[in-house]
């Protein structure tokens, strides 16, 4: 079974982001997910995913001084006090919303520090912040994110250095968000990468590529794809974080099949 959120920090940008959740719920999906909640008090997030009836299922730590063109902190020597602070902050955020999953952004390498350290510092400040959310019963996730084309210089590019931390981390409260986008991207052989990755999974997401966009505008065989998926052992929600190339409820055709009526 194949159940897909609606990114609403991607999705019904033509409305502000307040009136994205009840759209969501209108366009037939069953839960939303978001890049950054962090314009809305947390209080407010609560009452607008109760208005719209929707769960909150996946969102980001805060990524440091985007105005500067950070992409996360927990991989960045020097700067675990910010990162913990973040930690609070997410958790407080997921503790209003009802929001199980928080994906932690690694950070952009450093000329200042090696490699090496900076995974060592990713590895240390994950399991410290997982054994704080393990409390409020949130599960925190890492993404491979693509370095070509989207965030070049991001620390975490690839699936082997996902495992890898997961595994220096060792808490079973840590897991895999696997986009098919950036998966592509990095290397492709999707439905054999996913299935190796499967035992990690937490969360999926998918768009096209090139572009972003939504299934069908692409290269990626999307109907063959999230079949495969549906047919997996995977239970998790399937966040929608493509840009539309139209009005989001046009290019919501091909995911009709798989949205409430």
Not at 101 to 113: C, F, N, Q, R, T
Not at 154 to 170: H, I, M, V
Not at 248 to 257: I, K
């Amino acid at each position: 079974m194949l159940r897909l959120a609606a990114n609403l920090s991607t999705l019904f940008t033509e409305l502000p982001l307040e009136a994205r959740f009840d759209a969501a719920a209108a366009a037939g999906f069953a839960a939303v997910e978001i890049q950054f909640p962090y314009e809305l008090a947390p209080a407010r997030l609560r009452v607008l995913l109760a208005h719209a009836g929707l769960p909150l299922v996946l969102f980001n730590a805060p990524p440091g001084d985007a105005a500067r063109g950070e992409r996360g902190l927990a991989g960045l020597p020097g700067r675990k006090a910010e990162f913990s602070a973040s930690i609070d902050r997410a958790l407080e955020y997921a503790a209003a919303a009802g929001c199980p999953l928080i994906h932690v952004m690694a950070g952009l390498e450093s000329a200042s520090h090696s490699r090496a350290l900076q995974l060592d510092t990713f590895a240390a400040n994950l399991a410290d912040a997982a054994d704080r959310a393990a409390a409020a019963d949130v599960t925190l996730l890492l993404e491979p994110i693509n370095t070509r084309v989207d965030v070049p210089g991001y620390l975490l590019g690839d699936n082997a250095t996902a495992q890898l931390l997961l595994r220096e981390a060792a808490r079973p409260n840590l897991g895999l968000q696997f986009d098919f986008y950036h998966q592509q991207i990095i290397g492709g052989d999707l439905a054999r990468g996913f299935d190796a990755m499967l035992p990690l999974i937490r969360h999926v997401q998918i768009a096209d590529n090139p572009g972003r966009n939504e299934p069908g505008t692409g290269e990626i065989n999307f109907s063959w794809l999230l079949a495969h998926v549906a047919a997996s052992t995977y239970a998790g929600w399937t966040g929608c974080e493509y840009r539309p190339r139209t009005d989001t409820a046009s290019a919501l055709v091909w995911a009709r099949p798989h949205l409430r009526q």
